[in-house]
C-alpha cells in the first residue's frame, strides 16, 4: 500500500533558527496538507495545498510559515524563524481529489524547539 | 474552537467485549466524518469513515454510526483486541461547502483493551 513518508523523524533547533520539514506524498495524490499535535493537544489543521497554491490557511499559519512543493513530488513546511510553542509534531497528509477520499497521514516530524 | 468533541478521554475494556468511543459535532455543515488511530510516535491511521447521508458504515470489526439530529456519532469495535489499544481520533469535515477537505479533529480518546 503506498505511504506517505516525512523527513527527518525528529529535529531540534534553537529559538529564531529555520526549519524545513519534508514530506513525499503519494503519487497522484492532488490535495496536501499539513497539521500539527502539540504534546497532549488535538491535531490541528494548519494549511491546505492544491494546484500548487495554498487554497485555506489557518490562524496558525502565520507569516513566519510557507509551503511548497518545489519539483512536483516533495511537499514542504518551512518555519522561517522558529519558536519554543512551534515544538510539536508535523504531520503532512494527502487526498486524492474526491468527496469520498479519505486523507492519509505520515509519521510525523517531531520539531523540538530549545 | 470545539467544533468537534470527544469529552471521553479514555476508556478501558476487556478483550472480547465491545468497546464504544464517542464523538459530537456542532457544525451542522460537516458532512463527512472519519475515525483515525494512532499509536504514539506515528501518525494517525485511517480507520473508518462515514458520509452524512448513511446512518450506518461497517467495516470487518468497526462500525461507526452517525445520528445526524443528535450531531453525534459513535465507532462501535467488536470483538475488541489488546493491539486495539490506542488513541482513536474523531475527525469531521465540511465538503458541501466546497472546502479543501481540512479536518477538524476531536480530542481523542485513549482505549486500553484488557487481555
Known amino acids: 500500500e503506498p505511504e506517505v513518508t516525512q523527513t527527518p523523524s525528529h529535529q531540534v533547533t534553537q529559538m529564531g533558527q529555520e526549519v524545513i520539514l519534508r514530506c513525499v506524498p503519494i503519487?497522484?495524490?492532488?490535495?496536501f496538507y499539513w497539521y500539527r499535535q502539540i504534546l497532549g493537544q488535538k491535531v490541528e489543521f494548519l494549511v491546505s495545498?492544491?494546484?500548487?497554491?495554498?487554497?485555506?490557511k489557518s490562524e496558525i499559519f502565520d507569516d513566519q510559515f510557507s509551503v511548497e512543493r518545489p519539483d512536483g513530488s516533495n511537499f514542504t513546511l518551512k518555519i522561517r524563524s522558529t519558536k519554543l510553542e512551534d515544538s510539536a509534531m508535523y504531520f503532512c497528509?494527502?487526498?486524492?481529489?474526491?468527496?469520498?477520499?479519505?486523507?492519509?497521514f505520515g509519521p510525523g516530524t517531531r520539531l523540538t524547539v530549545l | 474552537d470545539q467544533q468537534v468533541k470527544q469529552n471521553s478521554p479514555s476508556l478501558s475494556v476487556q478483550e472480547g467485549r465491545i468497546s464504544i468511543l464517542n464523538c459530537d459535532y456542532t457544525?451542522?455543515?460537516?458532512?463527512?466524518f472519519l475515525w483515525y488511530k494512532k499509536y504514539p510516535a506515528e501518525g494517525p491511521t485511517f480507520l473508518i469513515s462515514?458520509?452524512?447521508?448513511?446512518d450506518k458504515n461497517e467495516d470487518g470489526r468497526f462500525t461507526v454510526f452517525l445520528n445526524k439530529s443528535a450531531k453525534h456519532l459513535s465507532l462501535h469495535i467488536v470483538p475488541s483486541q489488546p493491539g486495539d489499544s490506542a488513541v482513536y481520533f474523531c475527525?469531521?469535515?465540511?465538503?458541501?461547502?466546497?472546502?479543501?477537505?481540512?479536518?477538524?479533529f476531536g480530542q481523542g480518546t485513549t482505549l486500553q483493551v484488557k487481555p
Open positions: 495545498f492544491y494546484n500548487n497554491e495554498i487554497s485555506e
Open positions: 475527525a469531521a469535515s465540511g465538503r458541501v461547502l466546497g472546502n479543501t477537505g481540512k479536518l477538524i
Open positions: 457544525n451542522s455543515m460537516f458532512d463527512y
Open positions: 497528509a494527502n487526498l486524492m481529489g474526491s468527496a469520498t477520499d479519505t486523507q492519509y
Open positions: 462515514i458520509s452524512s447521508i448513511k
Open positions: 503519487s497522484n495524490h492532488l490535495y
